[in-house]
């Protein structure tokens, strides 16, 4: 492989990893709009029969996207320790524009009583996972991520569950699997269980951080495997039904993005306190989110929204294109066909 070549698909590799640690922003959508993702596809499809040369020609895709995606997620625990909100604005905004995706597939379908009632359920799926967690956090103290590190014997299938439940989220249309792991709570204390260099200096830590990788991995390989063969069969046999509690959903993760466990803190004091982070706590003098970052927050949720409406209808419109291009070849090659058998009979 050229070295331009190289260090091109690097680049483009990135933009996959850009999107791998954002909630609500596809990998897949990256490698469309990049021109990749149809020399991933080959490269993955001809693995068996040559598998050096599949192996060579994604691996400065793979090497750009893990590069990348290390420093996302450096950079989200980073920005979510300084202005949380703003952080999830920006996530919110690249879930909402992120709608096209399922909207498409809901084209020319009359909105009825039972179409609402879908989208309903969804949202309120997706709305009670981050409200009722926030909630129990808030009032008692307790969430999975507070136990994260403490070498509970239960840390283990929970996280083998989570990985299975991220991974699934990640199959389904619309749906990143950082985003559920997001409503969950157990997003930014993942994170930050790996990128924190405390914890790695820290052996007691080590029990979590490998044994806890490795339930996320098998759960993650579970979840993936079993909800493509599940979503494949629902989408055919349920279409329309499944797209509306789909894009429910959706609409529902946009309130989990701002009321979820990560939104509450522990104060700092020694206390046992707990305060939205928009609030504050004013009896020990906490402050709670500032008016800068509610601007800020507002700017990114709009702008990013717009940008990711504009990538998704601009990948569709693409995808679109080559399908009509793919289904002119055969009607060509056909009349040709015709055209030489009517040339022949006539001779």
Not at 16 to 42: E, Q
Not at 45 to 52: G, N, Y
Not at 122 to 144: E, H, K, N, Q, R
Not at 146 to 169: D, E, H, K, R, T
Request: positive net charge; glycine residues 12%; aromatic residues 12%.
């Amino acid at each position: 492989m050229k070295s331009k070549t190289f260090w091109i698909d690097f680049l483009k590799g990135t933009t996959i990893g850009f999107a791998i640690p954002i909630p609500g922003v596809s990998g897949g959508t990256m490698a469309v709009l990049t021109g990749i993702f149809d020399k991933i596809a080959n490269a993955v499809a001809s693995i068996k029969k040559d598998f050096w040369g599949s192996l060579r020609s994604i691996l400065p895709i793979v090497l750009g996207a893990l590069f990348m995606a290390i420093i996302g997620f450096f950079g989200i625990k980073k920005g979510f320790e300084y202005a949380p909100f703003a952080l999830s604005a920006l996530f919110g905004g690249l879930v909402l524009g992120s709608t096209p995706v399922v909207t498409k597939e809901l084209r020319g379908v009359s909105m009825k009583a039972m179409h609402g009632t879908r989208i309903a359920i969804g949202f309120v799926i997706a709305a009670g996972i981050g409200i009722a967690s926030a909630l129990v956090y808030y009032f008692t103290g307790f969430s999975i991520a507070s136990s994260l590190q403490s070498n509970v014997y239960w840390i283990y299938p929970v996280l083998l569950v989570a990985g299975f439940i991220g991974a699934s989220a990640a199959v389904v249309p619309g749906i990143s699997g950082s985003m559920m792991m997001y409503l969950m709570g157990l997003y930014v204390p993942v994170v930050s269980l790996y990128t924190t260099w405390s914890n790695w200096k820290d052996s007691t830590l080590y029990g979590v951080m490998f044994g806890g990788g490795v339930c996320l991995i098998i759960g993650g390989i579970a979840g993936f495997v079993l909800t493509n063969l599940w979503m494949k069969d629902l989408i055919a046999k349920k279409h329309d039904p499944t797209y509306e509690v789909i894009l429910g959903f959706i609409f529902g993760s946009l309130v989990s993005l701002f009321i979820n466990p990560q939104m509450v803190k522990t104060t700092t004091d020694g206390t046992a306190l707990n305060y939205w982070i928009y609030t504050g706590l004013a009896g020990a003098n906490i402050p709670g989110t500032p008016i800068w970052e509610w601007i800020v927050g507002s700017v990114l949720f709009v702008s990013s929204a717009i940008l990711l409406f504009c990538i998704t209808t601009r990948v569709q419109k693409k995808e679109a294109i080559a399908k009509m291009k793919a289904a002119e070849v055969p009607q060509a090659q056909g009349t040709d066909s015709a055209k030489a058998l009517n040339d022949s009979e006539q001779k």
